[in-house]
Nanobody
Framework: QVQLVESGGGLVQPGGSLRLSCAAP????????MGWYRQAPGRQRELVVT???????NYADSVKGRLTISRDNAKNTVYLQMNSLKPEGTAVYYC??????????????WGQGTQVTVSS
């Protein structure tokens, strides 16, 4: 299975910052959106933010103003700048890329997940 390549997770104190990165292999074509999702223990995977190929973003209300997504189209890469981190942000963060599967559907590619732990 083709996976996105994630990096940048780690342990950080509350109020601290981290920067996640996610690179899509060149073998994945026609990506029209990428984003970040997260999953905490005992919870379902939830949206953090997505960004389209044209630059439109969609943030979860809980992270607006603290987390920022950016993209480098030349490198087929997206980043997640995480500032003012809270313990509630502790989760495994997964990168996502969406491509057309057919006229009526899409295909999602995922990264392996990177652990972010916010703790004193």
């Amino acid at each position: 299975q083709v996976q996105l390549v994630e990096s940048g997770g780690g342990l950080v104190q509350p109020g601290g910052s981290l920067r996640l990165s996610c690179a899509a292999p060149r073998t994945i074509f026609s990506i029209y959106a990428m984003g970040w999702y997260r999953q905490a223990p005992g919870r379902q995977r939830e949206l953090v933010v997505t960004i389209t190929s044209s630059g439109s973003t969609n943030y979860a209300d809980s992270v607006k103003g603290r987390l920022t997504i950016s993209r480098d189209n030349a490198k087929n890469t997206v980043y997640l700048q995480m500032n003012s981190l809270k313990p509630e942000g502790t989760a495994v963060y997964y990168c996502n890329a969406r491509t057309p599967k057919s006229i009526l559907g899409v295909r999602d590619y995922w990264g392996q997940g990177t652990q972010v732990t916010v703790s004193s």
